[in-house]
């Protein structure tokens, strides 16, 4: 373990990526493959691979505790040294170093360190689990300390990103990147990723199902003609104001997650009910939204998301909520099917396999048996209802789950037309897509484009917030907010307007308990909240790091389904900034 803290105290001494990598893929090679693949998942900022659903569920209240007990600190003393650092770590390292010695400090091995988070997931209470940490910080250095403590927190703060570890096991092993990139996002495991790369297996990855793959993005565009500049034969579809959904289904379970990996199945439960059917296993990516049919014999609309926002972060849903706030799953692509990956495929290929795939029968349809269908969807998910409500339930169908409308467009008035139909119906606008694009999880390329033209927005990443004044003050209402400037985040504009008051409390409450420095009213955070922002124009500037400034920045929404890594980065404000000033 000591080994493991000074390499990361080597990985945050340099700004340099080549640098960062040539470290981890030296330090790699130098290991036992047991120990290599601990230091990969430790290394991502992670006590468990990606697809292990064990969590430490280990607070700060826990945290503080170990660290008060073994250093003989004070609350007050500790809160003083975390404003000093913004890092529960580095708190670690500095109180530590002066407690009393209990005893030989023992050369922990970073198998006995994952073995260690294992029992202190399993533990439950936080007695149990304040002991069994306490037990493993006890016995090591200051500096292991610290790296221990950051794992727990989920955040090594040196300038690492999972990205870059996949270079350095490429690296390291002498494998091609794509491959190591490949089998990592197949598996979700790095460690795992590193065995196979060490022994040039990397070929034999193969898929995990109910493993959350990256989403393929798209990319922003102002116009018609620039769509088309890109791609002559396009698909079209709507963009729809809902949040990206990826769907795992295999032999009657289903799971469904959410652009940050975070399963989401039990927000929207009657939609499992809905694909459980599916005649073979598959994962499908589209939008979940609200959904309104408004005439009988209609297909229905989408809502805007200020609907769903109100299904959103529920554990149990009822069936009256369900009834109000009804949903549909907007299928537009298919990743996995009937045992084969489909990623390489070309757009057009994927999209007849999804016309098939929703169009088949369903293997058990629902409603042969409507009681059993309502009595198996009240054990699962814990509701008590009515009679009506259990008609309701019962009667799920393949509805809740369309396949989402695509048109095709050759011509910049074609795209016109379309986008015209698109907002009469509600919708942000349209995604249009290469016809012969493969599938490219976690990218931003110009096979898929964005269209909403309206308003120009970026989606931005909270670094710091200020006390509002007049009726908000005491609630933290003045957001700044960055863009990625390569391994960075750089300041590039500041907001207050666009929230609701309770959105504000409840963010206050979130920015506090997150907060790592205070000067005056203003503190600064963790950078975690992302934001989408709008602005009229932009401007160069040397007010901010970014070297660009938003002319009358205002906050269009909360993106909880975003991680920070999926902000915006400088290029893209770059590149509207161009298109801006060249029209």
Not at 5 to 21: N, V
Not at 208 to 229: G, K, N, Q, T, Y
Not at 296 to 307: N, Q, V
Not at 446 to 466: I, S
Request: hydrophobic share 45%.
């Amino acid at each position: 373990m000591l080994h493991f803290a000074e390499t990361c105290e080597a990985i945050a001494a340099t700004t340099k990526k080549m640098e960062k990598k040539a470290i981890v893929a030296g330090y790699l090679w130098s290991l036992a493959a047991d120990e290599a693949a601990a230091a990969t998942i430790f290394l991502s900022g992670r006590p468990f691979p990606a697809y292990e659903e064990q969590t430490l569920q280990v607070g700060g209240a826990i945290l503080w505790q170990v660290i008060g007990d073994l250093s003989g600190k004070s609350e007050v003393e500790l809160t003083e040294i975390y404003r000093r650092h913004g890092d529960a770590g580095s708190v670690a390292a500095e109180t530590l170093q002066h407690r009393p010695k209990s005893g030989p400090v023992a050369d922990l091995r970073l198998t006995e360190v994952r073995e260690a988070f294992s029992e202190i997931a399993a533990a439950r209470g936080p007695a149990a689990k304040t002991a069994l940490l306490r037990a493993l910080l006890e016995g090591v250095t200051p500096l292991e300390a610290k790296y221990i403590v950051k794992i727990v927190t989920g955040d090594l703060r040196i300038g690492l990103k999972e990205s870059l570890v996949e270079e350095a096991i490429a690296s390291a092993f002498e494998a091609p990147l794509e491959q190591v990139k490949r089998a990592n996002m197949l598996i979700g495991d790095v460690g795992e990723t590193l065995r196979l790369a060490s022994a040039g297996k990397l070929a034999e990855a193969r898929l995990r199902l109910f493993h959350p793959i990256d989403f393929m993005l798209a990319s922003p565009i102002e116009s018609s003609e620039e769509a088309l500049s890109y791609f002559q034969n396009a698909a079209v579809e709507d963009k729809y104001d809902g949040i990206r959904a990826q769907a795992h289904v295999s032999q009657g379970e289903v799971r469904i997650f959410s652009r940050t990996r975070d399963e989401i199945t039990e927000s929207f439960p009657e939609l499992p009910s809905a694909l459980a059917g599916l005649p073979q296993d598959a994962i499908l990516d589209g939008e979940i939204v609200a959904w309104s049919v408004t005439a009988a014999g209609s297909s229905g609309r989408a809502l805007p998301f200020s609907t769903l926002q109100q299904r959103l972060g529920r554990k149990k849903v009822s069936a009256t909520l369900m009834r109000k706030i009804p949903v549909a799953y907007l299928v537009f692509d298919v990743l996995y099917a009937d045992g084969e990956l489909l990623l390489d495929r070309p757009f057009h290929e994927r999209a007849k396999i999804l016309d098939q795939l929703l169009a088949a029968p369903l293997a058990v349809p629902i409603s042969m048996n409507r009681s059993a269908v309502a009595s198996q969807f009240q054990k699962q998910h814990s509701l008590s209802f009515e009679d009506s409500d259990e008609n309701f339930l019962a009667n799920i169908s393949r509805e809740n789950v369309l396949r989402a409308p695509v048109a095709t467009a050759k011509s910049a008035s074609e795209l016109e037309t379309l986008f015209t139909a698109a907002r009469d119906r509600g919708n942000e606008g349209l995604v249009i897509k290469d016809l012969d694009s493969p599938y490219t999880p976690g990218r931003r390329g110009k096979a898929w484009l964005k269209m909403k033209r309206e308003l120009a927005t970026l989606d931005v990443v909270v670094t710091a917030v200020e006390y509002g004044h007049g009726k908000r003050i005491g609630v933290l209402s003045d957001y700044t907010f960055a863009v990625w400037d390569g391994e960075r985040l750089v300041n590039i504009g500041k907001a207050y307007s666009g929230l609701t008051d309770a959105e504000i409390a409840e963010m206050t409450q979130w920015f506090l308990a997150h907060k790592t420095g205070e000067r005056g009213l203003r503190l600064a955070v963790e950078p975690k909240i992302v934001l989408e922002v709008a602005f009229n124009n932009m401007m160069r500037s040397t007010r901010h790091e970014s070297g660009y400034a938003l002319r009358f920045p205002r906050i269009v929404r909360l993106r909880p389904d975003k991680r920070a890594e999926d902000a915006d980065t400088i290029e893209t404000v770059k590149e509207i900034f161009e298109r801006q000033h060249h029209t």
